[in-house]
């Protein structure tokens, strides 16, 4: 069980706008499938489920089980702007990898807020004593890849042709990893 004991938490953009990050509740349903409305077609072209049926966000929000999806959300006010998911395994062989997945806002993009969002993954990360932090993107992807690669994940591997958008077409995957035991200092490079 991670300690959630920081959140609500306030954070301030570089532009200087101030947002409230914490745990997704399941009163979030509706707030969370507006944000998701306003996502890109091309950005929902990689998701695992349809994310434009609102019934698949309420699924999400009755079952919330924060040891094995745990959503931070960021908030304007009442309005998601993002959302960053850290997914564990109770038991098994993966018990110390974490997945990380962020989602940002068409208009709240550009301005550090996936980067904040992925430090607070980080973080997470390290109170869940997780030993790495996966994050997976598609090749075209390169904002998001850049993202993770500026908070020290590192490409791990590139599979070739590995993964099919809606339409069918196939694109390579890039997986990045974050090394939970190094230094804050180590990290800067
Ligand atoms: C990827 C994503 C999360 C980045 O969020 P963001 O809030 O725009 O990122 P930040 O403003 O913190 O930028 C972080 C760094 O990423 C890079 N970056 C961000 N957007 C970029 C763009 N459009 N082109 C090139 N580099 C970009 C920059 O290096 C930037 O650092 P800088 O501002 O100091 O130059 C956001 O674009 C997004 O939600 N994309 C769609 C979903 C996605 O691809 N998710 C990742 C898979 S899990």
Redesign the pocket.
């Known amino acids: 069980m991670i300690s959630l004991e920081r959140y609500p938490r306030e954070i301030t953009l570089r532009d200087g706008a101030r947002l409230t990050l914490r745990p997704m509740v399941p009163e979030d349903a509706d707030r969370l499938w507006d944000f998701f409305r306003r ?1 890109p077609p091309e ?1 929902k072209m990689f998701f695992r489920e349809d994310v434009s049926r609102k019934e698949v966000v309420e699924r999400w929000a009755e079952h919330l089980d924060y040891d094995s999806v745990l959503p931070i959300l960021a908030l304007e006010g009442d309005r998601v702007v ?1 959302d960053a998911t850290l997914h564990r395994n109770k038991t098994g062989w993966k018990q110390r990898v974490g997945t ?5 806002a068409p208009d ?10 992925i430090r607070e993954m980080r973080h997470l990360g390290e109170k869940a004593a997780l030993h790495y932090l996966l ?3 598609i090749e075209e ?4 890849i ?2 993770f690669e ?1 908070m020290g994940f590192v490409h791990a591997v590139v599979y070739r042709n590995f993964v099919n958008d809606q339409k069918g077409a196939l694109h390579n995957l890039v997986v990045l990893l974050y090394h939970m035991t190094y230094s804050e200092e180590e990290m800067s490079f």
């Open positions: 996502i950005d993002g990380v997945r962020v989602q940002i709240f993009r550009k301005r550090g807020l996936g980067m904040s969002m994050a997976e993107a992807q390169q904002p998001a850049r993202a500026k």
